[in-house]
């Protein structure tokens, strides 16, 4: 009990002092930018209306969701496909390459340029930036099968789908989640950038408009909402990879 | 031989990806998808005029001003956090809340305070270099040979000496792959500031393109930035190959 | 400074005691051992793998600290690793630093240590001719085979002229006829510097070829169960020493106490 608390003291201690000392000194000198805890505290009374909720929050959340959801479909599909044919492989590894070196928000113009900045626009480009390192992490993985997993896979006599299916995925489970993972951040940012880019639209459109009009209380309450979801996204990741992949954690050791 | 299939496989490639792209412009013609040769020529024009390489001057310089800068904090901040356990515990709470932040909500708080000069640029991407940084500099620390920190015990190895000669080698010989993410981070950084605050550099001009709705140019950028993206990439793969020749072989 | 006639130190262990948690409970490893080595003695460990073999040498060294019992060289209690400790281990590969030459860690004991630089140059030189690796100085610990880079920690042990040489399964990942090589290297080495020599080994006849005395770790938690004397004369020589009656006695002996 007494180790527990200390523990938990040692985790907290930094954090805690940090707010505290940002609370003394922004109640004593008026910086505008860095308003008081409490103050951003009590702003979130008269942000988070049912309004803000639907117009801002929602919209973010079925944002992320929606293009993470087909992005990385599209990834694991087609990078199972790609990563299991030499052929297919060597011939989309570059290309992917490129589009994955495209900086993700960059790709976020393109797609206002040909299509505009409706949510089914930002939708698209949180999809795109999810698909390339979701697809080269998965082909990348699927083509670096254990060599003797799949000599064994073909004295079983298994065919392309059953070897794929039972062989070359199971075995890229630790890398694909990775990739998943890392995916995840990007798709965060990317809706963030693109909702910034004048939808009205959004956490990020209300962060945007609440420093263009000098709020700069209610832009803290936006830029920490967003650092929130991030945290949950992430944590919540963590959780059901543990839940649905716990072979690979227990062989690992990873806690 | 060699070279004969080498180059004709990059020929299909090319002539493959010259297809996707055509089908997808006869697909989207509609919303206004380029043809693949328009866009072609809009490069070379683009990279004929000086101000694009004002351009890429700018984000190159914010970028790696911005690399070094965030990668000198996360070694500093580093090795003061990894070399101690209670530091480290004390700070993993704080760098993981920091870590999955999107940086760029600080953006819009650089722009009310600082506007959008380069400087506002060169901080993001030190912040996002640092943040990504940090955590591979402390899990190259913790995983830093347990043998050979019996050995420096039992030679009586000075700290100053285990500093410089078992814990920041071995962890710069684990920090490749950080130093690569780190390196394209910044780059897209000084790209995203630009696209969403105006600093100077590809990214505004991207923005700029897009709001003219030239979209011709807007593909010349984003290709001029895909094609830095690779570079740079590939300019640290192999700096690491050649920096970290021991680990190759061990 | 330097100490041109070089002597061992003594070695006591008196009922010694090592326990590691696990999962919140204190595990004991070894529960009173207790013995001695007298200066310049060669003093072999066996026992099956997991015993606490190596438990027993890292405490020796001063990397970990007794729960009960006391060690002590030359009648001063171990808090730390001493100042002229020499150690050799089983993993080569891990315990060369990859990152500096042949020589610069072979020097790096020298480190914080108040020596001029011609003689740490002296001595490192030295030190690589006697394991035979004057001409690979300047390469790197990944350039060299196997036996190469076990030579390189028994020069890194050797520098600092040790009065306490532990030897860990030092030959054990290595191949036979490299391994007879560096038995005699050692054994002359240890032998001319009248080192205090502690080999830890599953091999029994390695024990016996090297040691004057072996004791044999069994049980759980471990202790000694046996202390034979190995009388064979020297020099020893490989074949010869091999085949002699007496060794062979010593090792049913011995077989029959780690069975035991």
Known sequence: ?255 | MNLVSKLSKYLAIGLLSFLIWEAAALVVRGAGFPHSWNVAEEITSLVKTSSFWADFAATIWISTSGFLLGILVALLLGLLIGLNKNIEISARGTLNFIRVIPSVVLLPLLIASIGSSARTAVILSAFVVASTFITYVIRGIADTEKQLIDTSRLIRLPQYAQIFFLYLPSTISLLGTGMRLSASRAFGTAVTAGIVAGTPGLGARLYMAQANSDVNRVFAYVFAMGFTGVVIYSLFTRLENRLFKWKISV | ?260
């Not at chain 3, 200066?39 to 970990?64: D, F, M, N, W």
């Open chain 1, 1 to 255: 009990m007494k180790n527990r608390l200390i523990s938990f003291l040692k985790f907290t201690w930094f954090p805690v002092l940090v707010v505290t000392a940002w609370q003394f000194v922004s109640s004593n000198a008026a910086n505008p930018f860095f308003p008081a805890p409490t103050k951003i505290y009590a702003a979130t009374k008269y942000v988070f209306t049912a309004q803000w909720v639907t117009q801002s929050l929602a919209t973010s959340l079925y944002t992320i969701f929606a293009g993470y959801l087909i992005g990385s479909l599209l990834g694991l599909v087609f990078g199972s496909i790609f990563g299991s044919n030499n052929l297919l492989r060597e011939i989309f590894t570059p290309i992917t390459n490129f589009m994955r070196s495209i900086p993700s928000p960059a790709k976020i113009p393109v797609i206002i340029a040909l299509f505009g900045i409706g949510l089914s626009s930002r939708i698209t480009t949180v999809a795109i930036a999810v698909l390339f390192p979701v697809l080269l992490t998965t082909m990348r993985a699927i083509a670096t099968t254990d060599s003797h997993l799949l000599d064994y896979s073909k004295i079983l006599k298994f065919g392309y789908f059953r070897s794929l299916i039972q062989v070359r995925i199971p075995a890229a489970t630790g890398e694909i989640l990775a990739g998943l993972q890392v995916a995840l951040q990007i798709a965060v940012l990317v809706m963030v950038v693109s909702e910034m880019l004048g939808s009205g639209k959004g956490l990020g459109a209300f962060v945007i408009r609440a420093q263009a009009t000098y709020m700069i209380t209610d832009m803290w309450v936006g830029i920490l909402t967003i650092g929130v979801v991030g945290l949950i996204l992430t944590e919540g990741f963590g959780f059901l990879e543990r839940k649905l992949a716990p072979w690979y954690f227990s062989s690992k050791g990873i806690k």
């Open chain 3, 1 to 260: 400074m330097s100490q041109d006639i070089d002597s061992g130190v003594t070695l006591q262990v008196n009922d010694l005691a090592i326990s590691f948690s696990r999962n919140g409970q204190d595990v004991p490893v070894i529960d009173g051992l207790s013995f001695d080595v007298s200066a310049g003695e060669i003093l072999a460990v066996c026992g099956q793998s997991g015993i606490g073999k190596s438990t027993l040498v890292r405490s020796i060294a001063g990397l970990i600290s007794p729960h009960r019992g006391e060690i002590s060289i030359d009648s001063n209690v171990v808090r730390e690793p001493i100042e002229n400790l020499g150690f050799v281990t089983q993993d080569y590969s891990r315990s060369l630093f990859p990152w500096l030459s042949v020589e610069k860690n072979v020097a790096l004991p020298f480190k914080g240590r108040e020596i001029s630089k011609a003689e740490r140059k002296v001595r490192v030189s030295q030190a690589l001719a006697e394991v035979g690796l004057e001409d690979s100085a300047r390469l790197y610990p990944w350039q060299l085979s196997g036996g190469m880079q076990q030579r390189v920690a028994i020069a890194r042990a050797l520098v600092v002229k040790p009065k306490l040489l532990i030897l860990d399964e030092p030959f054990a990942s290595l191949d036979v006829y490299v391994r007879l090589e560096l038995e005699d290297l050692v054994l002359n080495l240890v032998q001319t510097h009248g080192t205090t020599t502690l080999l830890v080994t599953h091999d029994i006849d390695e024990a016996i070829y090297m040691a004057d005395r072996v004791i044999v770790l069994s049980g759980t938690p471990a202790d000694s169960t046996s202390d034979i004397s190995v009388n064979l004369p020297r020099p020893r020589v490989q074949m010869e020493t091999r085949s002699n009656p007496a060794f062979l006695q010593l090792r049913n002996q011995l077989h029959a106490s780690i069975r035991a």
